[in-house]
């Protein structure tokens, strides 16, 4: 397919879409359409079609009421279409504003045509169609050209501005700012001086692009005063005049704050060599409207600079940038007459740099940063780095960081290596916005004798991209020194590096107990079951040493997070009666963590062994089992007298597995049968009626009426049976509920207990 150029202004305003836009073919459909809402009078649709650089093919373009086509508003027949050719249709007479449907259909010729279609951002009613069926986020390639207001309609609001009735002058103001044209400029120029309408006839002028507005709002300057006269020239301001620029000049002179300020305004707006000249004659003006001048300068100088009048909007900046103007008008003037020398304004630059004015170097540096993206810019800059003061070079150094170009590497090295400490900070934070071409540098730097620079140069091999900071993170852990390998580990953990387990593992057996240890620390946050034999045998080599509570809770976090606990338990109970009784016991506490069959079998086996470090850890291990799996081997201890304080332990641990309401409810009542018997002191008690709670059975409920009667457990009882009846309440049971209900009642001594039991007897007494 060719771009063809088109030569018809409407046209032209479509030429940037087809770079973003697909081509749809008409020859494997019927017809392709598109709904429009024309918001003006439409006298014509003119659509582009691609025919694939051959000009044989041909089709039909049909303009109808809706999609649905029930009415043609204009039909033509088209043939030879050239490629990417917009095809004009217009109706005998132009159609009013609203909803319409066009579509190209009977199609003619061998080879491809068809239409460009755009992809929406959201789903919209105005949206292409393909044989007949809407595709809401599509829209085809087209362009509306509008007719202008008809005869009728603009003598009626015309009419309508030179009467009394103010709704329909009104609305006749707002009409024509749409649909305005030269034959309006009279009237609504006429209204300029009516304090009412002034701001509609304005508004309605502003747009149109006849010489005649500007003219009328000429003459109007030499008429209007206060409000309105400052209203007018905010207008001339967003029409930029520059005819008008003599009015204003005398207006700056005006004796009213509001009527000076909006001309200056004006003047800046307009942007002239003219009205700069008569802006800088007025500076820096009454205290009145010295802020609107100084406003209306700048402006001047940057519209000046905009269209490319380098040398007035360099001398009006130059001006600006120097006293009696406001210091945040000399840093915004700084800025612009930098930037308006082009690469003359290296020269300021440096000028400045050494100036010692801190307002006007962060002018200049935010020209550096921003605004200046030309190769070169860089080394001249950092060349000027030299014999600065520190807070200058801090300064420069933050915006060659900005700037992200490279070529600043040799010269931040300079800094970072010697110097005032402010300055080798400042250099070893831009160079981490520097990619790969940074890390050579910060990495001798982690060995610097300042800590503040060690964490700096740290911090900023941290910040680069993925791929280099792994790299570097490789290198380091390679180090022939400790405190390097340490800083290695310190990176991987900060950015979580991917694949570095290896390296970690290895760094498990490191020489240094400090590596060791980092190395434990960053497994627990990023290990994973591939680390599981490693961190194991770490454990087993520290044999309780000063590593090996970190190691185990390391291989406690990685264990718990591996998944196949099967599998890893079997790897962790692998041979575990050979180990050092410090190692078992380090090993079936991680168990505990992994859990399943296996985990279970290695700890209930540890747990009969004889008295010491590893059966205390085995029963610690049963007493926290999150299953019931555990309660066969707690319920023998629990029942033994002579394990002391270990039965009491597998006691409350069954009771906790009671209360565990997570856990299956038949499980869990046969432990409560199992345990009701052991259970004599008052604390075991409590434990088990909120266990009992948990249930919503008749025999739960019998079970908890005979700790009503002591006083130690009363208050636990009552709110145990609480519990229950509230679950039995809507069931068949309910009325049953009424006689251990009202023992709560009568026997609680808690005001909120009792208040939930007369409630949940008022739902269960009979009526």
Known sequence: MRRHVLTAGLLLAALPLLAATTPET??????????????????????????????????????????????????RVVTGVRDNEYVELRPAEPLPPGSYYWEISDRTGTTRIGLYCNELEAESADCAWFDGQPAAKRRFLFQLVAASLPRQQLTALLAAL???????????????AVFGSAEAVPALAALLADAKFAHLARYALEGLADPAVDVAFREALHKLTGRLLVGLLNSVAV?????????????????????????????????????????????????SVRGELYEGALECASQLLAAGRSGPATALFDRLRLPPAPRVVQRAATRGAVLARGPAGLALLQQLLRSGDSEQLWAAMWVVQQEWP???????????????????????????????????????????????????????????????????????LLADATPELRQAALASLAALPAEPLAAAARELLAHPEAARRR??????????????????????????????????????????????????????????GPPAAGLESALAAVAGRAGAAETVAAQLADGLPLLAPVVQASLLRVLGTVGGQRALQAVVAASGGPAGEVRTAAREVLCDWRTTAAAPTLLPLARDAAAGADALKALRALLRLAGDADLPADQRWALCQEVRPLVQREAEQKLLLAALGTFATRAA??????????????????????????????????????APLTQVVQRSGNAETVKRAQALLARVTPQ
């Open 374 to 444: 030309q190769p070169g810019i860089t080394l001249a800059v950092a060349a000027e780095l030299r014999g600065l003061p520190a807070a200058t070079q801090v300064a420069v150094i933050e915006a060659l960081g900005h700037r992200r170009d490279r070529a600043a590497v040799p010269a931040l090295q300079q800094c970072a290596s010697a110097g005032e400490l402010p300055v080798r900070l400042a250099a070893v934070r831009a160079l981490a916005k520097l990619g790969p071409a940074a890390a050579p540098v910060l990495l001798p």
């Open 162 to 176: 030179a009467g009394t009735d103010a709704e329909l002058k009104e609305a006749a103001c707002r009409q024509l």
């Open 239 to 287: 029409r930029r005049d520059g005819g008008a620029v003599g009015r204003l000049a005398e207006l700056l002179k005006v004796a009213d704050p509001e009527v000076a300020g909006a001309a200056a305004v004006a003047l800046g707006r307009i942007g002239t060599p003219a009205a700069a000249a008569s802006l800088e004659a007025a500076l820096p003006g009454p205290e």
């Open 26 to 75: 008409l020859n494997d459909r019927t017809r392709l359409g598109q709904r429009f809402t024309s918001l003006r009078h439409l006298a014509a649709v003119a659509v582009c079609v691609p025919s694939w650089s051959d000009n044989e093919g041909g089709l039909t373009l049909t303009l109808w009421d809706t999609p649905e086509r029930g009415k043609n508003l204009a039909s």
């Open 701 to 738: 409920l019998d079970l908890v009426l005979p700790y009503l009667e002591p006083a130690a457990t009363r208050e636990e009882a009552c709110s145990a049976l609480l519990a229950v009846a509230d679950k039995l309440a809507g069931g068949a049971e309910a009325a049953q509920l009424v």
């Open 487 to 544: 800083d290695g580990l310190a990176l991987v953990q900060r950015r979580s590096l991917p694949a570095m387990g290896d390296l970690l593992a290895a760094a498990l057996r490191d020489p240094a107990v400090e590596v060791r240890q980092d190395a434990a620390k960053v497994l627990t946050e990023l290990g994973g079951a591939a680390q599981v034999l490693a961190l194991r045998e770490a454990l087993l080599t520290a044999a309780g």
